[in-house]
């Protein structure tokens, strides 16, 4: 069965940061491409954060994300990170990590319940 459980959210002030964890079992996570996607409340559909790739762990990264956060993974450990810096009050949602790329099939099928992160002053 496959699993994955985030943590690592909170309350932090603008301009602080964050880093996020995901830690997969039950498929073999080596060999997946790892996405972390994000919900605010009330602000529409989901948004794709970042993606990293397998083999070589390529990474993409959305436009507001791209500069202040950094995708990574540690396949001995069987965990995604998402290290987040310079937080802005639209950073607040509810993260989540999934498997697969963004626009490929099965992508967000597997995700976990998600982690909080609120930036406020």
């Known amino acids: 069965e496959v699993q994955l459980v985030e943590s690592g959210g909170g309350l932090v002030q603008p301009g602080g940061s964050l880093r996020l964890s995901c830690a997969a079992s039950?498929?073999?996570?080596?060999?997946?491409?790892m996405s972390w996607i994000r919900q605010a409340p009330g602000k529409g559909p989901e948004e794709w954060v970042a993606s990293i790739r397998v083999p070589g762990g390529g990474t993409h990264y959305s436009t507001s994300a791209r500069g202040r956060f950094i995708i990574s993974r540690d396949n001995a450990k069987n965990t995604l990170y998402l290290q987040m810096d310079d937080l802005k009050d639209d950073d607040t949602a509810v993260y989540y990590c999934?498997?697969?790329?963004?626009?490929?099939?099965?992508?967000?099928?597997?995700r976990g319940p998600g982690t909080q992160v609120t930036v406020s002053s």
């Open positions: 039950g498929f073999d996570f080596g060999n997946y491409d």
């Open positions: 999934a498997t697969g790329l963004l626009g490929s099939p099965g992508y967000g099928a597997n």
